[in-house]
């Protein structure tokens, strides 16, 4: 059994910080991309930003230039660095991952249970 787990979320103040992040745990075999999308109220889920294995990562234009996603995959583990946090940044974030849970297997998607990021005015 799989579980991401999220922490980090919080109350900001617009201009502050927060650094979410998201451990994988349970029967891993290895892990593919792991990203982070988040969901407004009233708005459908986006994709935030998205690290592979290696390091590469992408990155929503809204947020280019003020989030870092980086990874430690000894740790199993996905960040999410946050600055200069904006009024519409607000919002659900969730962690996913692509993962195989032994060597025959094939591919799987999860998801964290989510957690709240609220940036006041």
């Known amino acids: 059994q799989v579980q991401l787990v999220e922490s980090g979320g919080g109350l900001v103040q617009a201009g502050g910080s927060l650094r979410l992040s998201c451990a994988a745990s349970?029967?891993?075999?290895?892990?593919?991309?792991m990203n982070w999308y988040r969901q407004a109220p009233g708005k459908q889920r986006e994709l935030v930003a998205a690290?592979?294995?290696?390091?590469?990562?992408n990155y929503a234009g809204s947020v280019k230039g003020r989030f870092t996603i980086y990874r430690d995959n000894a740790k199993n583990t996905v960040y999410l660095q946050m600055n200069s946090l904006k009024p519409e940044d607000t919002g659900v974030y969730y962690c996913?991952?692509?993962?195989?849970?032994?060597?025959?297997?094939?591919?799987?998607?999860?998801w964290g249970q989510g957690t709240q990021v609220t940036v006041s005015s």
């Open positions: 996913y991952a692509v993962i195989r849970v032994n060597s025959v297997s094939s591919y799987s998607h999860y």
């Open positions: 349970g029967s891993i075999f290895s892990i593919n991309v």
């Open positions: 690290v592979t294995t290696g390091g590469s990562a």
